[in-house]
Each structure stands twice: as C-alpha cells, then as structure tokens.
C-alpha cells in the first residue's frame, strides 16, 4: 500500500528554521515526483516545492531562497528545509507524490495522486 507520512511540524519562531520529513512506503520514490503543498486556514492548498524524477525542482516565489527540497533514496525520503520562516507560512504543509518516471513536475495540487496527512507548522512570537 502506497503511504506517504509527514513529521517535523511545530511551533517556531519568526527567522527560525525547521526541516520536514516525508517519509515513503509501499513504494520506491527515487525516481518519482514527489511535491510539498500546505494550506492555511481559509486558504486553498497551494504548491511550495517539487522535485522531479531527474531531481529538477520547482520552488514557489513565496519561498524562494528559504525553503528547499531534497530526497534520501537510503531513507526513502524527502525532506522540506525551511528557514527564515515568517508568521505567513503558518499552514498544514502536505506531501504528495506522482508514481513514475517524468523529469518535470508542478506545483498543482489536482495533479498530484497520493498524499500523506499532514504536519502543522505554526510561525509565531
């Protein structure tokens, strides 16, 4: 069964740094595309970074220069770097996965087959 799981979510600090973690089962992600999304309260889900199977990435203005993506092939995972974060990043941030070989990927939410649950991220004083 294809599972993804999210951990590394918290509380932090304006300017502060977390690292998520996206963790894959039932299923290989070296090669596959695999996607951070988050949403806030009210807010649609939207697209932060994503990494293809040739590990080309694509990165959101919003987070640009703060956040980067990365993959473990070893650990079968893929980790969310976010630093400099501000009160604006508040959100539920998701990871997702596209099963198969492509050397693009997008940052649209319906493209995307698999998701895990989620990990809350909250910037705040």
């Known amino acids: 069964q294809v599972q993804l799981v999210e951990s590394g979510g918290g509380l932090v600090q304006p300017g502060g740094s977390l690292r998520l973690s996206c963790a894959a089962s039932?299923?290989?992600?070296?090669?596959?595309?695999i996607g951070w999304f988050r949403q806030a309260p009210g807010k649609e889900r939207e697209g932060v970074l994503c990494?293809?199977?040739?590990?080309?990435?694509v990165t959101a203005d919003s987070v640009k220069g703060r956040f980067t993506i990365s993959r473990d092939a070893a650990k079968n995972t893929v980790y969310l770097q976010m630093n400099i974060l501000k009160p604006e990043d508040t959100a539920v941030y998701y990871c997702?996965?596209?099963?198969?070989?492509?050397?693009?990927?997008?940052?649209?939410?319906?493209?995307?087959?698999?998701w895990g649950q989620g990990t809350q991220v909250t910037v705040s004083s």
């Open positions: 997702a996965a596209i099963l198969g070989y492509a050397n693009f990927c997008l940052l649209k939410p319906s493209e995307w087959q698999r």
């Open positions: 039932g299923f290989r992600l070296a090669g596959d595309r």
């Open positions: 990494i293809s199977s040739d590990d080309n990435t």
